[in-house]
T-cell receptor, first 116, second 112 residues
Framework: GAVVSQHPSRVICKSGTSVKIECRSL??????MFWYRQFPKKSLMLMAT?????????EQGVEKDKFLINHASLTLSTLTVTSAHPEDSSFYIC????????????FGPGTRLTVL | DQQVKQNSPSLSVQEGRISILNCDYT??????FLWYKKYPAEGPTFLIS?????DKNEDGRFTVFLNKSAKHLSLHIVPSQPGDSAVYFC???????????FGTGTRLTIIP
């Protein structure tokens, strides 16, 4: 079955630093990857959608200069939280899809970011 | 290896009837299960959850059943309404670990 990994699983950083989170599809080509942020009450907020080789599409209210997304290959997308602040502390989850128009998404295990 | 499986990618149900969405898991360490509903271009929204110490949890029109011996859970929606048309994901957790393992989703279409 399809597997999506995220690295790191946990990261603690100081305020003002940048943190990069990787999302990899291990055994399939992900033409589309999604980045989510989890809020209390467990729902996931879609932050952005990225297609390989093109710029990510950000959801309203998500600062694209703060949350840099790169989908450099069909198996790797990265989310960089720049100049992190304590309010950026959250659980970030990626998912990947092998084709447009499909509902099947494979989710990564998530990354817990804590900004001190 | 897909530890949480939703074997039906799609399901169509008549309005007013019962919708049953199924989910199977392989990891016996999972002890908390969640269902999410997802509309296009939005993040999944939490619907209902169940702990492994229970076999049923009900919230309005939504009921989740857990069969631990079969490693199977199901979400029942009754009566189904047009607004229920969405993609439904089940997810599982180990106690004390926030990592969520998701299924691949089932698209539910409610036919008026």
């Amino acid at each position: 079955g399809a597997v999506v990994s995220q690295h790191p699983s946990r990261v603690i950083c100081k305020s003002g630093t940048s943190v990069k989170i990787e999302c990899r599809s291990l055994d399939f080509q992900a033409t589309t990857m999604f980045w989510y942020r989890q809020f209390p009450k467990k729902s996931l907020m879609l932050m952005a959608t990225s297609n390989e080789g093109s710029k990510a599409t950000y959801e309203q209210g998500v600062e694209k200069d703060k949350f840099l997304i790169n989908h450099a290959s069909l198996t790797l997308s990265t989310l960089t939280v720049t100049s992190a602040h304590p309010e950026d502390s959250s659980f970030y989850i990626c998912s990947a899809s092998s084709g447009s128009g499909t509902d099947t998404q494979y989710f990564g295990p998530g990354t817990r970011l804590t900004v001190l | 290896d897909q530890q949480v499986k939703q074997n039906s990618p799609s399901l169509s149900v008549q309005e007013g009837r019962i919708s049953i969405l199924n989910c199977d898991y392989t990891n016996s360490m999972f002890d908390y299960f969640l269902w999410y509903k997802k509309y296009p271009a939005e993040g999944p929204t939490f619907l209902i959850s169940i702990s492994s110490i229970k076999d049923k949890n009900e919230d309005g029109r939504f009921t989740v059943f857990l069969n631990k011996s079969a490693k199977h859970l199901s979400l029942h929606i009754v009566p189904s309404q047009p607004g229920d048309s969405a993609v439904y994901f089940c997810a599982a957790q180990n106690f004390g670990n926030e990592k969520l393992t998701f299924g691949t989703g089932t698209r539910l279409t409610i036919i008026p």
